[in-house]
C-alpha cells in the first residue's frame, strides 16, 4: 500500500501499533500513523556507511501537506546523491539557525558592553550610544552585517545628529558611535561571534574617509590673571558640596586632567614626602601630544589641605572622590562652573590651559618644565621619537608651590607682581641643565630649528 494523493490518507486508521505509509514515487518518504490518531511525515533512509536505518521527522499532516513533504524529499534526495547526509545536514542548519539567533547584534552588543570597565555615570551616558546602534541592527546576525551598512548607518547618523551650536555641522556622534562598532566586531570576531569583520576595513581606512572629520576649537579657558582670580574666588564663596569645591580646587593647584583627578586614589598619595605617584588615564594615548606614563605629582600646601579635608568624607574607600555610585561624575566640576556663570568661558580641561599661559606669562617658568608640569613628554629636538628623560622634579616641587601662594594671591586680590621672574636662572646655569639634560648635539638642534 502506498500514498497516492491527500484523500488516499484518509483511509490510513490509527492500529493499536504505529506504522509506516510509503508514498508512491517518493522514495524514503513515508506517514507515520501513531495510535492517538496523529500523523507525521518522516524520511526514512540507511546510512551510506554504517548502513543504520535514519529516520528524519518532516512535520505532521495535515499542516504539512503531501505536496510539501515531497519538495523535502526531494531535497534530501539531491544532497544524497552529492555524497551529504541528510541528518547531519539538519542538524547543522538547525545548528546555524540558534547560532544565527545567539549572535544577533543586540545581543553580542549587550555581552560587548558587560566587558567594559565604565564608571556608572559612563555606562549610562555611553548606552545612549549602544541603543541607536541597536535600534538599527538589534536582530540582525552578525554575519548579515555588511561594510556598507555600517557605512550607511553612520551616515544616517551624522545627518541627524548635529552640533548644537552649527547645526550645519554633524556632531561627534558619528564619530564615537564608529569606534564602538570597531570595538564590538573584533571582539565578536575573536570570540566567534561572526566570521567576518565587516568594521575593519573602516577601521583601516582613514577617520574622514568614512565619516565627517569635526574640527573643534580650544577647550575655553580663562588665561587673564584678574579674570582667573575671580573665578577662583567665586569657587571658594560658592554653595557647593565638599567634594566639588575639592574637584575644583584640585583641577586649579595640580594642573591634571580631571579624568586623573576623579580616579585618584588614596593608596598614591604619599603625605610623608608631599607627593601623588599618577598613572595618568592618556599615558597611553596616540595624539599628537605625547603623555607620560607615570608621573610623580608635588603637592603644594594648599593641595595637602584640601586632600586632608577630602580625607575625613572618603578616606576609607579606595577612591578620593569615591561616592555611591562609584566616583564623582566627569560632569561634576563642569556643572558647577556653568552654575557659576563660565559655560563656554572656562570648564574643567581649561585649568590646564590656564596654568600653562599664567605659568609662563606671568611667572616666567619656560616651556620645557610647564610642559612636564602638564604631564607632557618633552621631545629633545634630535628626533620626534626621543623625549627628555629628566623629570626636573625638585623644580617642580618649587613651581607648584609658587603655583599655588600665586593663584592664592589672585583669589584674595592681592599684588602678584613680585612673582615675575621668579624662575630666571643665570644663563650658565640653564646651559649646564639644557646639556646635561639633552646633549650638546640636542641644543645645537634646537638652536638650528628656532
Not at 78 to 88: A, E, F, H, Y
Amino acid at each position: 500500500m502506498s500514498i497516492i494523493t491527500d484523500k488516499s490518507i484518509i483511509k490510513y486508521k490509527p492500529a493499536d501499533k504505529e506504522y509506516f505509509v510509503s508514498v508512491a514515487d517518493a522514495p524514503c518518504l513515508s506517514l507515520r500513523v501513531y495510535p492517538n490518531g496523529r500523523r507525521v511525515w518522516v524520511y526514512r533512509y540507511r546510512h551510506d556507511i554504517t548502513g543504520k536505518l535514519i529516520k528524519i521527522t518532516l512535520g505532521e499532516y495535515p499542516a504539512l501537506s503531501l505536496s510539501i513533504a515531497k519538495d523535502q524529499q526531494k531535497h534530501y534526495h539531491s544532497l544524497r546523491q552529492q555524497g551529504i547526509d541528510p541528518n547531519q545536514w539538519q542538524k547543522d542548519e538547525n545548528q546555524a539557525k540558534q547560532t544565527a539567533l545567539a549572535n544577533r547584534f543586540a545581543l553580542v552588543c549587550q555581552a560587548w558592553a558587560q566587558t567594559q570597565t565604565w564608571q556608572d555615570s559612563t555606562r549610562k551616558r555611553r548606552t545612549v550610544l549602544l541603543n541607536l546602534m541597536i535600534q538599527r541592527f538589534g536582530d540582525t546576525p552578525m554575519n548579515e552585517i555588511s561594510t556598507q551598512a555600517l557605512m550607511d548607518f553612520l551616515k544616517d547618523i551624522e545627518q541627524s545628529h548635529r552640533q548644537r551650536k552649527d547645526p550645519t555641522k554633524p556632531s561627534q556622534t558619528a564619530s564615537r558611535v564608529r569606534g564602538y562598532l570597531i570595538d564590538i566586531f573584533a571582539w565578536a570576531q575573536l570570540r566567534g561571534y561572526c566570521d567576518n569583520n565587516p568594521a575593519q576595513t573602516i577601521a583601516n581606512a582613514k577617520t574622514e574617509h568614512s565619516i565627517t572629520k569635526i574640527q573643534y576649537g580650544n577647550r575655553p579657558a580663562i588665561t587673564k590673571q584678574k579674570e582667573f582670580g575671580a573665578m577662583l574666588a567665586k569657587i571658594q564663596t560658592a554653595n557647593l558640596t565638599p567634594a566639588t569645591y575639592h574637584n575644583l580646587m584640585l583641577l586649579a593647584y595640580l594642573c591634571v586632567r580631571n579624568g586623573d583627578i576623579r580616579h585618584m586614589r588614596w593608596a598614591d598619595i604619599d603625605f610623608n614626602n608631599r607627593c601623588w605617584y599618577l598613572t595618568p588615564i592618556k599615558g597611553q594615548s596616540q595624539s599628537k601630544i605625547k603623555m607620560v606614563e607615570k608621573m610623580t605629582v608635588p603637592l603644594s600646601s594648599q593641595a595637602i589641605a584640601i586632600l586632608q579635608a577630602q580625607h575625613k568624607h572618603t578616606g576609607q574607600y579606595t577612591y578620593v572622590f569615591h561616592t555611591d555610585n562609584g566616583i564623582i561624575s566627569d560632569n561634576t566640576a563642569g556643572k558647577a562652573l556653568n552654575r557659576l556663570g563660565y559655560q563656554d568661558i572656562h570648564c574643567p580641561h581649561g585649568f590646564r590651559s590656564s596654568a600653562k599661559t599664567l605659568l609662563m606669562q606671568e611667572l616666567d617658568y619656560n616651556h620645557v618644565i610647564t610642559e612636564m608640569v602638564l604631564g607632557h613628554l618633552v621631545s629633545t629636538g634630535n628626533r620626534e621619537d626621543v623625549y627628555m628623560r629628566a623629570d626636573l622634579y625638585q623644580q617642580r616641587c618649587e613651581l607648584m608651590q609658587r603655583w599655588a601662594d600665586y593663584i592664592d594671591d589672585l583669589t584674595n586680590g592681592k599684588d602678584t607682581s613680585h612673582y615675575k621672574g621668579i624662575y630666571r636662572q643665570p644663563p650658565q646655569e640653564i646651559i649646564n641643565a639644557l646639556i646635561a639634560m639633552i646633549g650638546k648635539d640636542g641644543i645645537q638642534t634646537l638652536l638650528n630649528t628656532a
